[in-house]
Structures are given as structure tokens and as C-alpha cells.
């Protein structure tokens, strides 16, 4: 004779008895802020619409002991970072995270989600510091004048996006200032290659719903020269929004590493900005030749079949396909010839 064991039915007492165990409910959200352990998490709203308050959480023990210990596999398992109580890396700005709630203001973090696109900056002995997670796009002011665009400069924003995964956004601010045909003078190359140019004017609140809807659930970072209405901008979007923005110079292939990403700002409309001076070394230092061409979108088709020489550096040799593509003016000249320019800049 064998046991069959019988599932118990549930009565009605193990029904009530069950109601009453506590049910920790975890929620997700958004890491705004990381300062020595302590993360402010933005919960997903239940309902739609305002701003909640954001929840000071600690992570879960388990998942600091995974980042403390090495795990070499032909090492004895050691501490590494015995004297950092956390890192940049383990959670870091951006990252989507399960935490459980203590009450209105705490939380325990249980889970990071997994990241989509993570910006490092090599820090200290080479290591890399996670300085933002999950960034969807970089969105690039210029003005269309006072100050003019710099078009050299658009480019190698668009290629500081498009070599981490970004999407770039590009906005012609100070629209009052320009007409139609001088707006479309200075960007509708990018258009015509397939970017999203915004028009947009603080003075005459131009564009600005449409950049508030381009912004809306996704996580952006801007940057732009001084000067060209960021700060405006941001304040036309969410009146009281400021961002450490600082002063952006140029950027260089090899930048400078100065500051960090500080937080993430939610957007009452949906969305966050990334407060993010450090964004300004978004370096492209490790950047092979074909790497950059491939950020220069617009190539792609020309680069898809061999040119004569299938090692051909698209500069001086006969039948190149890019080199055909700018002599029949399907790619532009100025781009080619900004393309040639970082090319030189790029270590070897
Ligand atoms: P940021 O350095 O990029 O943050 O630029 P600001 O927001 O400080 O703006 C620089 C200057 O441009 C300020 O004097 C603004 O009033 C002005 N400005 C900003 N947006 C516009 C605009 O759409 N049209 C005009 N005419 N001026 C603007
Ligand atoms: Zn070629």
C-alpha cells in the first residue's frame, strides 16, 4: 500500500490564518541619488501623475557581500574592497531596483534590474566607475544663434550618443532668433540623415510640449555649450528645475575627469534628467577608426559592400565607396570631413 499524500483542502480557519501573516510587498523604482550606501529611490507611481517622495533605502546584505568579495576563479575568494562600505558600481544612478518598503520613507533594496546601458569613466588605476545607468538619450542643445551652432561640435556629441547606445536629440534653441530657411541652413542635415531636430524657443515657448513629451518616461541627459539655453530650457519645462550643469567646454577625445553624475531628476510629466556635469568627458578614447565610422550613421550604406581595396581607408584610394557617396552628395562633405577630423584624434 502506498501513501498518496492528499493536498489538504483549505478551510475556512487556514484561509484566515494565512490573511494574517504580514506580506512584505516590494515595489520597483528608480535610483536617483547614491551618497556612502544610502540610495533614494524614486518608486514607480501607482497612480499616474505628481512627484512622490522619494524612499532612503539601504541595500540588502547579500548584495554588498557579492561586490566585496573577488571572485576569481584562480584566486583564494578575497575582500577587495574591504574598505569602501559600497560602490558606484554595485547600484549606481539609474539603475531600476525591487525594494521593500519599511514605512513612507525607508526601504531595503532586494534586487537591481537588469541595465540597458551603463556610462563609466575610467577611474583611479584603470578601473571603471559606473557614473550612470539606463540612459536612453543625450539630448544636444545648441542655439540656432547667439551663439551660432558649431556643427563640429554637434557631430562629435552625436558620435559621444550613438558610441553608448544613446539616442541624440538634437535641439536648435533660440528659434525666435533665426528664420525658417536660416533654421534649416544650420540643421537640417542632421534631419535629412535621420536625427530628430527639435525647434525650440524659451522666449517664445516654441517646441517646448514637444521636448517635455520627448522626455516623458525615459531617462535623459543634456548638454550643449553655455550659453545656448539649458538652464532656460529645463526651467521652461519644469519651472524651479536646476541642474548642475556648470560650465561645458569643448569636449576632446580625452577629456578631462572632473565631476560625477550627482542625480536623477523626476519630471512631474514623467521622466528623469540626468544631473550630469560629468556627462562633458563622455570621452571617445577607445574608439577604433571603424568604431567612429559606424557613429556616423549615414556612412553605413556606403560601407556595406568592399571598396576597391578592401583595406581601404577611405582618403586617397580609387573606387571608395564613401568617397563616392560624398562626391555624389548623398553624404555631405562637412560630415566626411568631420569624420576625418576625429579620426586623427583617435589613439592608435
Ligand atoms: P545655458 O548656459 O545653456 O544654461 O543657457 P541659459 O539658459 O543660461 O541661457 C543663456 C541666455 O540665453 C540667457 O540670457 C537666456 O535668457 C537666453 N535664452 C535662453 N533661451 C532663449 C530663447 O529661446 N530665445 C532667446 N532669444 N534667448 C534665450
Ligand atoms: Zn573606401
Not at 16 to 21: D, G, N, P, T, W
Not at 237 to 256: D, H, M, N, W, Y
Not at 283 to 311: D, G, Q, V, Y
Amino acid at each position: 500500500m502506498t501513501k498518496t499524500p492528499v493536498p489538504e483542502m483549505p478551510t475556512e480557519q487556514a484561509t484566515e490564518a494565512l490573511e494574517i501573516v504580514p506580506v512584505t510587498e516590494t515595489r520597483e523604482g528608480v535610483i536617483l541619488r547614491a551618497i556612502s550606501g544610502i540610495y533614494l529611490v524614486h518608486a514607480d507611481a501607482k497612480e499616474t501623475g505628481g512627484l512622490s517622495q522619494p524612499y532612503s533605502c539601504t541595500l540588502r546584505g547579500n548584495l554588498k557581500k557579492n561586490f566585496t568579495y573577488s571572485t576569481s576563479g584562480s584566486t583564494p575568494r578575497r575582500v577587495t574592497r574591504a574598505k569602501r562600505p559600497y560602490s558606484y558600481d554595485v547600484a549606481s544612478i539609474g539603475d531600476r531596483v525591487r525594494f521593500t518598503p519599511i514605512d513612507e520613507t525607508e526601504g531595503i533594496i532586494e534586487e537591481i534590474l537588469p541595465r540597458r546601458t551603463r556610462f563609466t569613466r575610467s577611474a583611479f588605476r584603470g578601473r571603471e566607475q559606473t557614473l550612470v545607468t539606463n540612459l536612453d538619450q543625450l539630448v544636444i542643445v545648441f542655439a540656432c544663434a547667439e551663439p551660432n551652432p558649431d556643427l563640429w561640435m554637434v557631430d562629435r556629441w552625436i558620435v559621444a550618443a550613438e558610441a553608448n547606445g544613446l539616442e541624440p536629440l538634437i535641439i536648435g534653441n533660440k528659434r525666435d532668433l533665426v528664420d525658417e530657411a536660416q533654421f534649416q541652413e544650420r540643421f537640417a542635415e542632421y534631419s535629412r540623415i535621420g536625427y530628430r531636430v527639435l525647434a525650440t524657443s524659451v522666449e517664445q515657448n516654441i517646441g517646448i510640449d514637444a521636448l517635455r513629451e520627448a522626455l516623458r518616461d525615459r531617462i535623459s541627459a543634456f548638454t550643449g555649450p553655455s550659453g545656448v539655453g539649458k538652464s532656460s530650457l529645463l526651467n521652461a519645462i519644469q519651472p524651479g528645475l536646476k541642474l548642475a550643469t556648470g560650465e561645458i567646454g569643448s569636449v576632446t577625445f580625452k577629456g578631462r575627469h572632473t565631476t560625477t553624475v550627482r542625480e536623477l531628476i523626476p519630471l512631474e510629466t514623467g521622466g528623469w534628467v540626468a544631473d550630469t556635469p560629468g556627462l562633458r568627458q563622455m570621452t571617445m578614447l577607445n574608439l577604433t577608426k571603424e568604431e567612429l565610422m559606424a557613429c556616423f550613421i549615414e556612412f553605413t550604406p556606403f560601407l556595406a559592400t568592399s571598396c576597391r581595396f578592401h583595406n581601404c581607408r577611405h582618403e586617397a584610394e580609387p573606387d571608395c565607396n564613401l568617397k563616392a557617396g560624398v562626391a555624389s552628395g548623398a553624404i555631405s562633405a562637412r560630415r566626411y570631413k568631420s569624420f576625418q577630423t576625429m579620426a586623427r584624434d583617435l589613439k592608435e
